[in-house]
T-cell receptor
Framework: ETGVTQTPRHLVMGMTNKKSLKCEQH?????MYWYKQSAKKPLELMFV???????ENNSVPSRFSPECPNSSHLFLHLHTLQPEDSALYLC???????????????FGPGTRLTVL | GNSVTQMEGPVTLSEEAFLTINCTYT??????LFWYVQYPGEGLQLLLK?????DKGSNKGFEATYRKETTSFHLEKGSVQVSDSAVYFC??????????????FGRGTQLTVWP
């Protein structure tokens, strides 16, 4: 496996379910990101991790809970979601968030989430 | 603050037509500029980048020039193909402040190319 992988690719869940999204990167990066992509809305940055430490939480509701056990893996735990949470959830990674200006992010293919 | 504004889509062109997608930005500090592309069913991929004023990024026939005087980074291609149909995102990364390294994206522009 190379690059950034995400599983599952598609997920349908009820509002009372608990599920998790998984992201794995094979690039040796130290920063990882969760984005939400909804139809007709800008790409929304949700969480940022740098060397396993959360550096940014953009006022995301607590029904979304991230976990970063190591620099290669990132999870997004979901519980009691709402239908408006249906979206494409994208994971990305980059070298790190140190002093460099140029910060290319590599994206996974996303998980298409539908909340019924 | 940091923000990116790109032209509203969708853009529909015939094959071999000339493409321009406008992008302007505001930024604190000295930003690096990017174009990302998202093909149907996939995540975003970096298309090209420019890290300082007057740099021209290019890839796959696409070009964009970092214009500091007009705070712009317009994407162009001389002859589009059906395979270029995708959503294109302009983005910036800044070298200042607590948001170091974060990417700020535009809303995306859907391009459809007909044969």
């Amino acid at each position: 496996e190379t690059g950034v992988t995400q599983t599952p690719r598609h997920l349908v869940m009820g509002m009372t379910n608990k599920k998790s999204l998984k992201c794995e990167q094979h690039l040796g990066h130290n920063a990882m990101y969760w984005y939400k992509q909804s139809a007709k809305k800008p790409l929304e940055l949700m969480f940022v991790y740098n060397f396993k430490e959360q550096t940014e939480n953009n006022s995301v509701p607590s029904r979304f809970s991230p976990e970063c056990p190591n620099s290669s893996h990132l999870f997004l735990h979901l519980h009691t979601l709402q239908p408006e949470d249906s979206a494409l959830y994208l994971c990305a990674s980059s070298q790190d968030l140190s002093v460099r200006t140029y910060n290319e992010q590599f994206f996974g293919p996303g998980t298409r989430l539908t909340v019924l | 603050g940091n923000s990116v504004t790109q032209m509203e889509g969708p853009v529909t062109l015939s094959e071999e037509a000339f493409l321009t997608i406008n992008c302007t930005y505001t930024a604190t500090g000295y930003p690096s500029l990017f174009w990302y592309v998202q093909y149907p069913g996939e995540g975003l991929q970096l298309l090209l980048k420019a890290t300082k004023a007057d740099d021209k990024g290019s890839n796959k026939g696409f070009e964009a020039t970092y214009r500091k005087e007009t705070t712009s980074f317009h994407l162009e291609k001389g002859s589009v193909q059906v395979s270029d149909s995708a959503v294109y995102f302009c983005a910036l990364s800044t070298d200042r402040g607590s948001t170091l390294g974060r990417l700020y994206f535009g809303r995306g522009t859907q391009l459809t190319v007909w044969p």
